[in-house]
């Protein structure tokens, strides 16, 4: 049995600059075909149950035409890898002129770890450059998230455990023919999952755009750490103020424990949340210092909290799926915990949820809201 827990991060540090992105991600998938700026939108309901001025929702429940913001990681971090291996940065306006540049590199083949949403992008972005995929996921996903990652060309394998299992087989095919592109690291492994990571800093780029004034607090759903990682380093580098949580599912709380104890702690599985992104054992190992010295706050929920927020969503005709409605949710468990003035949920606040996920289990998503996505 788990609990729902809220700490405020004890190594929270008044941070200086944290590295930033040289060259922009964003100008990099603004020459990817279907890139389209992501909705910035108003939930007037969700505002006010929380009692805040305005909660701001950033939509990415349709990046590059996946459910998820997980193509902004994974196809910059395909970049960057395929560039490293060339050596130097091809001169490109089009996905034709990219694939010509590459083409010294051969036929290659991408392979990655998922609990979906990274798994499809790598896979499609396998597909858009003509390589090959293999995913490897965890054996209690559901055959529509399975079917979704196969129908961009992968070859799927089910591995035997949980996402963390998965991650640690996907490992082992590397060779000189196929990239592995994994969203977290390990010893050894940090290159690509840090450009993963700094490819998810489009979402915040985007939203400085549109949004008028500043934001005071920015919920973010954590798995293995890279999305809030990604947020840490936005903006901490220009604003010290803002209240940064990171929202985990009650039994997949890595973060949350590893902040407790200010080093990287395991939660074991199983990890049977329904917000099933979020089921992660290990915090990335490159995230970890930018979350331990920049997140405020880490919270802790349970799945009623995610639905509950499934069907706040759609009142404000927003389609979520369970990981998607993980950030509102966040913000309800805090109000029902009692901390919300704490961690700046105050009558004049600003509130950014980042809606990450659509309906990825259209089943589910009919059980819980009462109509189809
Ligand atoms: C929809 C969605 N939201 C949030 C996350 C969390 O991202 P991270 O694992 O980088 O913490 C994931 C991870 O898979 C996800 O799929």
């Excluded at 994994?182 to 010893?187: A, I, R």
């Excluded at 049977?272 to 331990?292: E, F, K, Q």
């Amino acid at each position: 049995m788990t609990t729902e827990q809220i700490l405020r991060n004890p190594g929270r540090k008044a941070t200086e600059t944290v590295s930033t992105p040289g060259q922009s991600p964003l100008d990099f998938h603004r020459k990817l075909p279907g890139y389209a700026q992501t909705p910035l939108v108003e939930a007037p309901g969700i505002a006010a149950d929380l009692g805040v001025a305005r909660v701001v929702v950033k939509l990415e429940t349709d990046r590059f035409g996946l459910p998820a913001f997980k193509m902004l990681g994974a196809s910059w971090s395909v970049y960057r890898s395929l560039v490293a291996r060339l050596g130097t940065e091809p001169d490109w306006d089009s996905l034709d002129d990219l694939k010509a540049a590459l083409a010294p590199l051969g036929n290659l083949a991408l392979a990655a770890a998922t609990d979906g949403n990274h798994g499809r992008a790598v896979a499609r972005m396998a597909k858009l450059l003509g390589y090959k995929s293999h995913i490897f996921v965890p054996d209690d996903m559901v055959e529509a998230r399975i079917d979704a990652i196969k129908s961009e060309g992968a070859e799927v394998t089910v591995v035997a455990g949980s996402y963390d299992d998965a991650v640690a087989l996907s490992a082992l095919a590397a060779t000189d023919d196929c990239l592995v592109i994994s969203d977290t690291s390990w010893p050894g492994y940090v290159d690509p999952p840090t450009w993963v990571m700094e490819g998810y800093s489009t979402i915040f780029a985007e939203v400085d755009d549109v949004i008028d004034g500043e934001v005071d607090v920015v919920l973010l759903p954590t798995g293995v750490g890279a999305f809030a990682g990604s947020a840490v380093t936005h903006y901490r580098d220009h604003n010290d103020d803002v209240s940064l949580i990171s929202v985990e599912p009650s039994d997949a709380a890595c973060v949350l424990e590893s902040c407790k104890s200010g080093r990287m702690v395991e939660v074991p599985a199983p990890h049977r949340s329904c917000m099933v992104g979020l089921n992660c054992g290990n915090a990335s190992l490159i995230a970890w210092p930018i979350l331990r010295d920049g997140l405020d706050w880490c919270i802790a929920i349970d799945d009623h909290r995610a639905e509950d927020s499934m069907r706040r969503l759609a009142k404000e005709g927003i389609v979520a799926g369970e990981t998607g409605s993980a950030a509102v949710a966040g913000a309800f468990g805090a109000l029902d915990l009692g901390v919300a003035a704490e961690i700046g949920l105050d009558p004049d606040a600003v509130v950014l949820v980042i809606v990450t996920e659509g309906a990825t289990d259209p089943a589910n998503y009919e059980r819980v809201v009462g109509n189809k996505p």
